[in-house]
C-alpha cells in the first residue's frame, strides 16, 4: 500500500502533482508540474509509484462511483 511516508519529504513538498477543483464536467483534476522535476533528483521508479500514489489518492477523492478525474500536465517552462 501507498502513502505519503514512502516518499522522500523534497518530493511530497515539491509540489509537483497536486488535485484541485473540478472541471466544467464534474471531473477532479490532478495537475502534474513538468517544470518542478529535477532530472536525477529522485529514481524513475519512486516518480513511478508518486503518480500512480496521486492517482490513486486523487480518485478517493470522488463524490461518486462513477465521478472521473482529469490528468493535466502543465508544460510551461519545462524544458523539452
Known amino acids: 500500500s501507498l502513502g505519503e511516508s514512502q516518499f522522500p519529504p523534497s518530493l511530497m513538498a515539491s509540489g509537483l502533482g497536486f488535485s484541485w477543483k473540478t472541471d466544467r464536467a464534474g471531473n477532479i483534476g490532478l495537475f ?4 518542478l522535476h529535477q532530472k536525477g533528483q529522485h529514481p ?8 500512480t500514489y496521486l492517482t490513486e489518492m486523487t480518485r478517493r477523492l470522488s463524490t461518486h462511483a462513477n465521478q472521473l478525474f482529469c490528468v493535466v500536465f502543465d508544460l510551461e517552462g519545462a524544458g523539452m
Open 32 to 35: 502534474m508540474r513538468v517544470r
Open 44 to 51: 524513475t521508479p519512486v516518480i513511478m509509484q508518486y503518480f
